[in-house]
């Protein structure tokens, strides 16, 4: 089901003040994005926020290459599903060309066993238009290259969307806590 054929809800970005590296600016519609993806990595997802991605858009991050809505639909809602705490330590926007560039550190705390795991990232935001076609979760600032590993990360993109639920309109995200 693409996003024009359901309700998303409002659109509510929950992070509002994003710091830049000096002499970086974002324009109204790169902070609306950068905030909607912050959240995103928080464990804040919605479909409001999901709307703003192409329904053929990539998150590729050294777990997963989740192509197209329902992929990386399910990699985002998963994070709801997978840890308790999910903490970001410090961000800063770096570049604000296409990519939009920045770094985020995060703490993440695995539901049931209480392991922690603090990662650092550079991320990419690729946009065409208003919308975002493409968001790269680096490592370290590294995406695995092997052929086990690619293979992996497909296999993980496709079957996260069988574990994880994804909310079908506004009122059942809302009933999750989303907005």
């Given at each position: 089901m693409s996003a024009a054929d359901r309700d998303n809800g409002t659109l509510k970005i929950e992070t509002t003040n994003i710091k830049t590296a000096p002499g970086v600016s974002l324009s109204e519609s790169q902070q609306k994005i950068v905030g909607s993806v912050l959240d995103l990595f928080a464990g804040r997802p919605s479909l409001a926020k999901l709307a703003m991605w192409k329904d053929d858009g990539v998150f590729t991050d050294p777990l997963t290459i989740a192509q197209g809505r329902t992929?990386?639909?399910?990699?985002?809602?998963?994070?709801?599903?997978?840890?308790?705490?999910?903490?970001?330590?410090?961000?800063?926007?770096?570049?604000?060309?296409?990519?939009?560039?920045?770094?985020?550190?995060?703490?993440?705390?695995?539901?049931?066993?209480?392991?922690?795991?603090?990662?650092?990232?550079?991320?990419?935001?690729?946009?065409?238009?208003?919308?975002?076609?493409?968001?790269?979760?680096?490592?370290?600032g590294k995406l695995p290259e092997s052929s086990i590993a690619q293979a992996f990360r497909r296999l993980n993109a496709v079957s996260v969307p069988y574990i994880v639920g994804v909310p079908k309109n506004a009122k059942e995200d809302a009933e999750r806590g989303n907005q």
């Open positions: 992929q990386y639909e399910a990699q985002w809602y998963g994070l709801q599903t997978a840890f308790s705490e999910i903490e970001r330590l410090s961000h800063e926007v770096k570049g604000t060309g296409n990519p939009i560039t920045m770094s985020l550190s995060t703490r993440y705390v695995v539901k049931g066993i209480g392991k922690e795991q603090k990662i650092d990232s550079e991320i990419e935001i690729h946009t065409e238009g208003d919308k975002i076609s493409k968001v790269a979760d680096k490592w370290n």
